[in-house]
């Protein structure tokens, strides 16, 4: 089956300017069919065979006819991912996929089992052009975006790897999900269909270092996810000096846009906030932090820093960490300290990649 994928993909890289089926909605595929004078309800049928029962090409779509497979190969890109490594965590069973995009690039997801169900963080691009100076994604730039087949097939191949069902996304892994808008809109749209996966809007969360306009853009379509804001520094100053993008937007103009996003859509907003020793932990910090988190209907959660060995930033002690919080959460600011999953298997952004394009172990 897996070579039989990976000639499928082989061979239609060879074509040019083919479409690609997995990222069509079904009203697109619908209108395909019909042009093709082919019956409509055949559309619902290869979006069933892509989208719930995750095929993993057009030989396996028993109840479709020859003839109509035979005009989708012509036609369409079939994208599937293949898993080059799997790595699972000792501690608490994470698993880290390192996957091979049909042009050869390597993307990474994260699976997660928790409580209340599985959870799967995506990238949405190869590489990072945000370069925040802590982030291992950013260390060998920005190479190109993600369909939004690409982005579905992480989850789709996770899912068929364990055997266990996703209940939850979370597009945390490498990229900036909001450099790359129209296709996470149309990913969005997929991947929450009734016709497909259907997972709910409410178990989504799209993390953002902050760019303001695609903030206010989203917030504008109304969705019922969740918008987590990478803050990670209370001024202007001290943030100019960990992600680039804060030199564009100032946090008056971050705030603003957080607030419309709530007014706009009622979800509350999740700022996110690495710890980094002697950086952003201090008790000033924590001020600066109550007095930015005041008046926004936010929950704060607190990351302490996963070294990456290319920099210097260390991670505050557990007790600092817990005061930290501590401090936020008796001026009434709802917080937590997120739970460091995957710790053993190069649990942050980018970092398995990296390790595998560097040939180590
Ligand atoms: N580009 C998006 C999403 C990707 S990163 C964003 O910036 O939000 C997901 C989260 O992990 C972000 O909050 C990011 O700042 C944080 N992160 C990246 N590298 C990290 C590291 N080494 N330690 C802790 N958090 C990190």
Known sequence: MESETKTENKSKREKENNTDIKSLT???????????????????????????KLARGYDEMGNIPKILKEKCRKNFDYITLNAVKVQESQIDGTKKFLFELPDGNLVESVWMSYKHGNSVCISSQVGCRMGCSFCASALNGWERNLSPSEMLEQIYAITLLTGERVSNIVVMGTGEPLDNYDNLRRFLELVTNENGLHISQRNITVSTCGIVP????????????????SLHATTDEKRRKLMPIARKYSLDELMEACAYYFEQTGRRITFEYSLIKGVNDTDEDARELISLADGLNCH??????????????????????????????????????????????????????????????
Not at 333 to 344: A, H, K, Q, S, Y
Request: glycine content about 4%.
């Open 300 to 361: 704060i959660n607190l990351i302490p820093v996963n070294p990456i060995k290319e920099r210097d930033f260390k991670q505050p002690e557990r007790v600092a960490a817990e005061s930290f919080k501590n401090k936020l959460e008796k001026n009434g600011i709802n917080v937590t300290i997120r739970r460091e999953m995957g710790r053993d298997i190069d649990g942050a952004c980018g970092q398995l990649r990296r390790s595998h394009i560097a040939g180590q172990p």
């Open 26 to 52: 079904l009203p697109e595929l619908q209108e395909w069919v019909v042009s093709e004078d082919e019956k409509p309800y055949r559309a619902k049928q290869l979006y069933d065979w892509m989208h719930v």
């Open 214 to 229: 695609v903030m206010r853009r989203l917030a504008e379509e109304k969705l019922q996810i969740t918008l987590a804001l």
